[in-house]
């Protein structure tokens, strides 16, 4: 299994950055992808970023595309998410999870196996 603990998050006003983090710890070898979703009150869980753990290939969801960064450090274990230029609509909490399985839908919430608890972002203006 995956454990997965995120970290970084807060209040920020708008137009500020923030860096998230999300630690990898158990069977990291394993991992395919790892995606940033996020969960603004009363809406559904959306995609935000993916990238592949071999190679780095990454993939953003059209509303955070040239804002947000996905990085990762695999000696690390680590997966980040460099926000820049943050507004209110960018309030949610944001998740980290990781696919096992070499799933092909990486924007999609079942493609992912393992998931951490959730870091807040609160933007205000």
């Known amino acids: 299994q995956v454990q997965l603990v995120e970290s970084g998050g807060g209040p920020v006003q708008a137009g500020g950055s923030l860096r998230l983090s999300c630690a990898a710890s158990?069977?990291?070898?394993?991992?395919?992808?790892m995606g940033w979703f996020r969960q603004a009150p009363g809406k559904e869980r959306e995609f935000v970023a993916a990238i592949r753990w071999s190679g780095g290939s990454t993939y953003y969801a059209d509303s955070v595309k040239g804002r947000f960064t996905i990085s990762r450090d695999n000696a690390k274990n680590t997966v980040y998410l460099q926000m820049n230029s943050l507004e209110p609509e960018d309030t949610a909490v944001y998740y980290c999870a990781a696919d096992i399985n070499s799933g092909s839908y990486y924007g999609r919430e079942y493609n992912y196996d393992y998931w951490g608890q959730g870091t807040q972002v609160t933007v205000s203006s």
């Open positions: 158990g069977r990291t070898f394993s991992m395919y992808w």
